[in-house]
């Protein structure tokens, strides 16, 4: 380890110079350490492609922050107020049982018979805005996926606008180390908020089920087991705290990389069957979602770095994506490329749940903006990325149509 390299902090989007370009500094990371200890946060920081894939692919390691050492990053800082993990940190065999109770809705049949109604929702959305220059995060990344999700869940359409306010106050301290006292005061109260609401549409489901998630969660059974309404309202919140937030990132990412390359933009519009394509080279070239974690449960030696039992290992699928001795010319955005293959989903048992719902509301929202906004372009407002660890996304961007 250099002493030369970052630590801390400035391997966060807390950091300027770090939320504003990581990929620079996670080269650096790449090529002098791809395990670089960082000793200020007590973990190891994964940035090299195979690394990465064969973390999160090991059914051995562990994700419960509570089996981690005292004092390594996952104990001290995905720990909050005693309460259970969500299933993103849950080891077998909790995780196997829990996702095998909500896992039917967003299998890809599950996930398509969706696209007419969110296609319905982004043409009401981009119907309701009228200025020549918008925020695209405001106006549009954000509202998508956020009533998409809300409509999943049988939520009265007044609230959806309380859903994205309840959700984004709440990521900013579910998964940010460093929250200010003001976040953290308003995170829990906004969690508090989404506990009460959730348990009251519980108990109306119940008196009358419905074709919503809520009530598919309620039906759901496998092998003699059933969800409590505690894992109901925890499977709830993980969706609004962390797929809403990550697709709305994915939106603007993806419109951004567009408009930051023109000829890009331009086969896009000339060949729209490159879709699926373009949304799988924006989840490499710039992941909403930078790092994912382990915990070793054995001692063991990567690449010549000794790992001990119980530390934290963060691999960063931002510096996997961009690895050049996987990708040719890792920082060109090339909606042909023909090996978008990422790791922006994790991987193995943990492979994200709405990794299929992500890629159809991103590509039917790429396909409508552009198809609605001909000439859209950046505006001399700017943009801005927001400053919260582990997510990368605008926390304004403004457009011109």
């Not at 809705?105 to 009228?130: C, G, K, M, Y």
């Not at 963060?314 to 023909?338: C, G, Q, W």
Request: net charge negative.
């Amino acid at each position: 380890m250099s002493d030369s390299l970052p630590q801390g902090v400035e391997l966060t989007s807390l950091d300027e110079t770090f939320r504003n370009d990581p990929y620079t500094l996670l080269e650096r990371l790449r090529e002098a350490a791809p395990v670089h200890e960082d000793t200020q946060l007590k973990r190891f920081i994964c940035t090299r492609h195979d690394d990465v894939k064969n973390l999160l692919r090991d059914k051995d390691l562990f994700t419960d922050p509570r089996k981690a050492n005292a004092g390594s990053f996952a104990r001290e800082f995905l720990i909050r107020d005693n309460e259970e993990p969500s299933m993103l940190f849950m080891d077998e065999p909790d995780h196997r049982r829990l996702r095998s109770l909500v896992t039917k809705p967003f299998t890809p049949a599950a996930v398509e018979s969706w696209r007419p109604r969110i296609r319905a929702v982004i043409r009401r959305i981009l119907d309701d805005i009228d200025s020549a220059e918008f925020d695209l995060i405001e106006h549009f990344a954000g509202p998508v996926p956020a009533i998409v999700i809300a409509e999943m869940l049988g939520i009265d359409p007044h609230m959806h606008g309380q859903f994205k306010r309840w959700s984004s106050l709440a990521v900013k301290v579910s998964f940010n180390p460093f929250p200010s006292e003001e976040d953290l005061q308003a995170g829990r109260a906004a969690m508090n908020q989404l506990e009460s609401f959730f348990r009251t549409e519980i108990e109306s489901r119940r008196a009358a089920l419905g074709s919503d998630l809520i009530s598919d969660m309620i039906r759901a059974e496998e092998a003699g087991e059933k969800l409590s309404v505690e894992e109901i309202v925890g499977q709830c919140n993980l969706l609004l705290v962390a797929g809403n937030v990550t697709t709305s990132d994915l939106i603007g990412n993806s419109i951004k990389a567009l408009l930051d390359n023109p000829d890009q933009l331009t086969r896009l519009r000339e060949r729209p069957d490159l879709i699926q394509n373009t949304v799988e080279e924006a989840l490499r070239f710039d992941s909403p979602v930078t790092n994912s974690g382990r915990i070793a449960n054995r001692d063991f030696e990567l690449a010549g770095c000794p790992i001990k039992k119980g530390e934290s290992l963060m691999t960063s699928l931002a510096a996997a994506n961009r690895d050049p001795a996987v990708y040719p010319h890792p920082n060109k955005f090339d909606i042909e490329r023909e090996d978008t293959h990422h790791q922006s989903f994790g991987g193995g048992r943990h492979l994200c749940l709405g990794a299929h719902l992500a890629r159809l509301e991103v590509q039917e929202a790429i396909l409508a903006l552009l198809d609605r906004y001909p000439n859209l372009s950046h505006s001399e407002k700017g943009y801005a990325y927001a400053s919260i660890p582990s997510f990368r996304g605008l926390s304004f961007f403004w457009v011109s149509r």
